[in-house]
């Protein structure tokens, strides 16, 4: 009887941990992280989506300089709510470029109006990727983007429709990155390094982000605004450049990735990728719960960061009287939070992973959670902060900060319950995850005609109940394991 009851629990431990090797491939042989050319894909893809945000969000800052100031000064008589900052700047601010005479609504659709292309190549771009393969049409789309970038001064001067076409092309260009990127990773990451892998990779979103909001405001002061779209234009050119020569489709088609790591990458991921993606199950995908679970967190996350993203340099001047030198660097400090704090979870996530002690829907439910929760609270304490400078811009890197923790959550959850179909999923909940970027702007910018801080609490309290109301809907409904239609013999991670 003791031999039996022995053996039984020997059994039933071991069932687990056969279902955990046949999905992670646990005892396959690794391949060095160090030089390989699935790292090298990761920084490739970095320094490309640094590109993306960079051409993103310099307008928010350009636009600062854009405006007439005598124009918008009478519609605004509240002015700056708080006393105006010292700026220890001695040289004399650059201001030979064009202003224009644009109001708050104008604004909101010129800052807006990007999301509008954006929300229009996000289904077909994972179509597209899986069907012809993802690195041209992520190379052609940033550079499609480059190009109008390139043209922004011009449009502008042509006037305000000109620019909001121009940043709608933009947006079209730029909405077929991410679902192409999650394409070519569900052949590239191996289960266990994913949350690494597309850390480094999305970081770069960030990372443009954090560089270009203070690069931008000292190519303003020293040179004008116009040289914003120029500089980074150009370093859009040169990632071009790299990425045709660099990155290829798979690593069945990589000419010099070693066989160590084209083994070890392939078959970690032989029970996972559907062995029929020329027949893609629409019908499953629309209906599936745990999708609907990301695209309800995608939304709501996305709501809070479009706003930062879109007015954050509009606060910081209108509200908080920072410089255009000050502002872009001040805006640019909750991004830099974000983007350590996501590379940070990555690895924390992988590690809880890797070492079996929770399961990956316990993982991406608990970083969903703080990632989501923790900035909706600092976001409304900094409503609260008044003209206290430093607080306020400490609640709201903290928000931001706290917010990359997300980046371990739903974000990269499209990867565990259909990696086959990651391109196409990461589209379909994008595209809803547009539309905050699409009408936050003019909500927000409708709510702060007068700019007073009791408006931006308003602004800041829907963005919060929004990500709130996500968090809860995901952890609810999200699940981590490798969904019935997404492959034909059904495999189940360890989860």
Not at 326 to 344: I, K, R, T
């Amino acid at each position: 009887m003791k031999i039996r009851l022995t053996f039984t629990i020997f059994r039933d431990l071991m069932i687990p941990m056969q279902k955990y090797d046949s999905h992670c491939c646990r005892f396959c042989p690794s391949a060095p992280a160090c030089g390989s050319s699935r790292y090298t894909l990761a920084l490739l893809s970095s320094y490309g989506f640094f590109v993306v945000y960079s051409l993103r969000v310099n307008l928010s800052v350009a636009m600062v300089d854009m405006l007439n100031n005598t124009h918008q000064s009478n519609h605004n008589h509240s002015g700056t709510v708080c006393p105006g900052r010292a700026d220890p700047a001695v040289r004399k601010h650059n201001h030979t470029a064009s202003v224009y005479n644009w109001d708050s609504e104008t604004q909101g659709w010129i800052l807006g109006s990007f999301f509008y292309g954006y929300i229009l190549t996000q289904v077909p771009g994972g179509y597209l990727a899986g069907r012809f393969g993802p690195k041209w049409l992520m190379g052609f789309g940033i550079l499609g983007t480059v190009i109008f970038t390139l043209l922004t001064p011009v449009a502008a001067d042509l006037g305000a429709g000109y620019l909001i076409a121009v940043r709608v092309l933009e947006g079209i260009g730029e909405g077929v990155t991410f679902p192409a990127m999650y394409t070519m990773w569900a052949a590239w990451a191996p289960p266990l390094e994913r949350s690494r892998l597309l850390t480094i990779s999305y970081i770069g979103a960030q990372l443009g982000t954090v560089i270009s909001l203070p690069v931008s405001g000292e190519i303003i002061f020293y040179l004008d605004w116009t040289y914003v779209f120029y500089i980074f234009g150009a370093v859009g050119l040169v990632w071009f450049v790299l990425w045709a020569f660099f990155a290829f489709d798979s690593p069945n088609t990589h000419p010099r990735i070693s066989e160590q790591e084209r083994l070890y990458i392939t078959s970690s991921l032989k029970n996972e990728l559907s062995t029929s993606a020329s027949n893609i199950p629409w019908r499953s995908i629309v209906t599936s719960m745990p999708l609907l679970a990301i695209v309800v967190a995608h939304f709501s996350y996305n709501w809070t960061f479009y706003t930062l993203l879109t007015l954050l340099p509009t606060y910081m001047s209108d509200i908080l009287g920072f410089s255009i030198q000050q502002n872009g660097f001040l805006s640019a400090l909750p991004y830099l939070g974000c983007a350590v704090v996501a590379v940070l979870s990555g690895q924390i996530a992988d590690y809880l992973r890797e070492t079996r002690k929770y399961r990956t829907v316990i993982v991406r439910k608990s970083f969903t959670l703080i990632g989501m929760i923790g900035p909706a609270v600092f976001l409304v304490a900094a409503g609260y902060t008044g003209c206290d400078y430093t607080l306020a811009v400490t609640f709201l890197t903290i928000s931001s900060s706290l917010g990359g923790v997300s980046a371990s959550g739903f974000n990269i959850n499209h990867l565990d319950i259909a990696p086959s179909y990651a391109g196409i999923l990461l589209g379909i909940t994008n595209t809803f995850a547009t539309i905050p970027g699409m009408v936050g702007p003019v909500i927000a910018r409708a709510l702060t005609q007068q700019n007073t801080i009791e408006e931006w609490q308003i602004v800041f309290y829907i963005a919060a109940a929004i990500d709130l109301f996500g968090a809860i809907f995901y952890a609810v409904f999200g699940k981590g394991t490798v969904q019935s239609w997404a492959i034909h013999t059904s495999f189940s991670h360890a989860d």
